[in-house]
């Protein structure tokens, strides 16, 4: 009786515990179920937003020489087209290129791809021709280099493709070698699930077996784990994957999520960004053996990189193509003539990590003030900037190169100098060029942003322009008095500014005052018209930190960085007017939808007649003054306007100046702030001048106001004077604002003039 009872309770037990096995069971399969659909079916993807630089735009008498364009090719990863004349080619002979440009969607539309004829004539492209109709091209754009992009948090990258874009070719030997039942399973292959149970017995670990579905599953939903419970996991998802979803979005989903190459610190995934990163072109035009390496990779994409292992990834494309051949997606003529087909990879993989980080650091930093931060890592932005690429190399090349050589020739430490380069268009404040360091592919700490340094005589010019917006007080002619002075202020030392030539100068006129830097002159006038006028003139210009109102502030005490300084002399060289400095020109959504545009902000802070005068006086100290040297590397016919600065011990050395179409700042400095012994001429204007001298720039020709007058004056006394004077100058005023009384040599002149005059009447 009690025998009968025992077996009666335990298979009641075993009935409840069957049923909540089950029960439980259902649950993981329902929750699995809501998992695979919900992110199946949401945003699957968070994508980067990609950076690109400008597009390079060819017109009949565009300034640019032949080997300029070259570069530019290259850059773009464009190859030698041989004889087949393919999107992304070019041939040169001479100062003739063919080029076959690449499609691209741009902001104002797509631009299909051309085969375009450019001919040159010296440093100027002569004529642009439409290779397929002969008719004249007025305007025609290459697609942009890419420089960067901002990643989500786990550095994944990938090109989304449609299935119908990925080559057939390419799906067939997917299939030949991943997953041969595929389109007859249900999203587990029984016969792969007994192989890897057997592997797994013998203790081999969780091996194989594993469907293309069941591959997604695991790279999409799961982690790397191996073990027996993800394992089932895995196979649950497959099935319910199978069961909501078509085969063909299945592909789809797994063509742009498998991982397939590491690049730095950026994952490559997809077919469609691995066909850039190995081939530099799009998915669509792989080839048959393109296509099987792809395939190949899928394996192990470390163990197979082509670019580290050449001989495993043609090993392993090799038999891709045998498994193609045996399965008959390929003939024995194509397996043949594919085989004997080399890598085809592209010795240098695109940019995707930034080349130029610096300045992708200052795109990203002036889109956070328009999106969220996780907007601009997910939803796939493109983002095109003003950076030029030409420009870019020219600064990096001048900065790294001149370090070098000032390291040796005053026996510096190797790598110890540092550097930072700002230029931007001197009209529209678009940022052409901005290099970080002397590392320019550093991510970390960007000087041109971030470092604070005394910015000495720099500041000067802000002095003279002020006092310049006085022209009843003050004119270039004005003397200013160059003598000691010794300045006494409540609860500070007393402070005796000196001129870096250890001399005073009694009285000098004030555009030579400027034009050789001299402080006692400039510290007099600045307190004169008053620390805090000249401080808050500095904010008019551009720069929004607060400065201090010390009398050393006129001496450039107060840090600032490159960038800063930039915006400042960026509303000099406009012309008077305040150009807020920007990097980015347009945003597009991941269909290439407009979403924003960063139209021109302009605002004038300075009126036209004392923009004109303080430009003069700036072309002054290249001519005559303290960057004089510059014209050893520039035509003096370029008219530039400059400014050298050098701080206290020789810290730092500076240079800022301007041409008829670039704005360039450099700073020179070490990290640990110690003494350099170079000054804003032997230091930073060397490189400004390397760089500049590379980009061929504008002459600088200011249109002259219609208040502006050009009188003859006595360079000595700063009175009236002509042409016949020794040393008389011809300098801009402001009208009514020139020397009124004649200069001794004017008036003994004009005395010999008259008695010739009545000697010739008597006669």
């Given at each position: ?70 570069t530019e090719l290259a850059m773009l990863g464009y190859r030698d087209a041989g004889s087949q004349l393919d999107p992304g080619s070019f041939r040169q002979q001479r100062d003739e290129f063919i080029i076959a440009t690449r499609p691209f969607v741009f902001w104002d539309g797509a631009q299909a791809a051309q085969q375009l004829r450019a001919d040159f004539d010296g440093s100027h492209l002569r004529s642009l021709t439409d290779l397929k109709t002969e008719k004249p091209v007025t305007l025609a754009r290459l697609d942009p280099l890419l420089i960067g992009g901002i990643y989500p948090a786990h550095n994944e990258d990938r090109v989304l493709v449609k299935l119908n874009e990925v080559p057939p070719l390419l799906i067939k ?591």
């Amino acid at each position: 009786m009690f025998e009968k009872l025992r077996h009666f309770v335990t298979r009641k037990r075993l009935r409840l515990a069957l049923l909540s096995l089950l029960l439980m069971l259902s649950g993981f399969v329902l929750y699995l179920d809501i998992t695979v659909r919900v992110q199946f079916e949401g945003k699957r993807w968070a994508l980067p937003a990609r950076v690109y630089a400008r597009p390079l735009e060819l017109y009949p008498g565009l300034k640019l020489r032949p080997e300029q364009l070259g570069t530019e090719l290259a850059m773009l990863g464009y190859r030698d087209a041989g004889s087949q004349l393919d999107p992304g080619s070019f041939r040169q002979q001479r100062d003739e290129f063919i080029i076959a440009t690449r499609p691209f969607v741009f902001w104002d539309g797509a631009q299909a791809a051309q085969q375009l004829r450019a001919d040159f004539d010296g440093s100027h492209l002569r004529s642009l021709t439409d290779l397929k109709t002969e008719k004249p091209v007025t305007l025609a754009r290459l697609d942009p280099l890419l420089i960067g992009g901002i990643y989500p948090a786990h550095n994944e990258d990938r090109v989304l493709v449609k299935l119908n874009e990925v080559p057939p070719l390419l799906i067939k030997g997917l299939i030949a070698v991943e997953d041969r039942q595929f389109y007859t399973h249900h999203g587990v292959d029984p016969r792969g699930v007994a192989r890897a149970l057997v592997t797994t017995l013998r203790g081999a670990g969780v091996q194989g077996g594993s469907t293309l579905t069941q591959q997604l599953v695991k790279n999409f939903f799961l982690t790397p784990e191996r073990t027996l419970r993800r394992k089932f996991t895995e196979m649950i998802m497959a099935q319910l994957l199978e069961l909501h979803y078509s085969k063909e979005e299945i592909l789809e989903a797994y063509a742009n999520e498998i991982y397939l190459g590491q690049d730095g610190n950026r994952a490559i995934h997809g077919f469609g960004l691995a066909s850039h990163f190995y081939f530099n072109r799009p998915l669509s035009q792989l080839d048959l053996p393109q296509a099987a390496l792809l395939v190949g990779l899928v394996k192990g994409p470390s163990y197979y990189d082509p670019r580290r292992h050449s001989a495993r990834a043609m090993s392993r494309r090799n038999l891709v193509l045998e498994e193609m051949r045996q399965q008959q997606a390929i003939t024995q003529q194509q397996y043949a003539t594919a085989r004997a087909t080399g890598l085809g990879v592209v010795e240098q993989a695109p940019g995707g990590t930034s080349l130029y980080p610096a300045f992708v650091e200052l795109v990203h930093r002036q889109l956070r003030r328009d999106y969220r931060e996780e907007d601009l890592r997910s939803e796939g932005l493109q983002i095109f900037s003003s950076l030029d690429p030409l420009a870019q190399f020219a600064a990096e090349r001048a900065l790294t190169t001149r370090l070098t050589q000032l390291e040796k020739a005053r026996r510096i430490p190797q790598k110890a100098l540092e550097g930072a380069i700002v230029v931007s268009n001197a009209q529209n404040g678009e940022i052409q060029v901005l290099v970080g360091g002397r590392n320019t592919r550093y991510e970390g700490f960007n000087r041109a942003l971030d470092t604070e340094r005394p910015v000495g005589s720099l500041i000067k010019p802000v002095i003279y322009l002020t006092a310049l917006e006085h022209p009843d007080a003050y004119t270039l002619a004005t003397l200013l008095d160059d003598s000691p002075l010794v300045w006494r202020e409540r609860g500070a030392a007393d402070w005796e500014p000196h001129n870096y030539d250890k001399a005073f100068h009694g009285q000098v006129p004030l555009r030579l005052a400027l034009a050789n830097s001299y402080n006692v002159s400039s510290v007099r006038l600045g307190l004169s018209l008053g620390v805090r006028t000249v401080m808050d003139n500095v904010r008019r210009l551009g720069v929004e930190r607060d400065l201090n109102t010390y009398a050393s502030s006129l001496l450039g005490a107060d840090g600032l960085s490159p960038l800063e300084v930039t915006q400042m002399y960026q509303s000099i060289a406009s012309g008077g007017f305040r150009v807020p400095l920007r990097a980015i020109r347009e945003v597009l959504t991941v269909e290439g939808q407009p979403l924003q545009r960063y139209p021109l902000s302009i605002e004038q802070v300075i009126e036209p007649g004392p923009a004109y005068l303080i430009t003069s006086a700036l072309q002054g100290v290249v001519r005559e003054g303290t960057a004089n040297d510059l014209n050893k590397f520039l035509s003096p016919d370029i008219h530039v306007a400059g400014k050298t600065g050098t701080t206290n011990d020789l810290r730092d050395s500076w240079f800022a100046g301007y041409t008829g179409d670039r704005l360039a700042v450099v700073w020179i400095g070490r990290d640990d702030n110690q003494p350099i012994n170079m000054t804003g001429a032997s230091g930073a204007m060397t490189v400004w001048g390397d760089m500049m001298a590379k980009l061929d720039p504008e002459p600088l020709e200011p249109p002259r106001p219609d208040n502006i007058e050009m009188v003859w004056v006595d360079s000595t006394t700063g009175r009236r004077a002509d042409d016949n004077c020794q040393g008389a100058v011809s300098l801009p005023f402001i009208h009514g604002s020139a020397p009124v009384e004649t200069a001794p040599c004017a008036a003994a002149l004009q005395g010999q003039s008259i008695k010739n005059w009545f000697k010739r009447l008597f006669e």
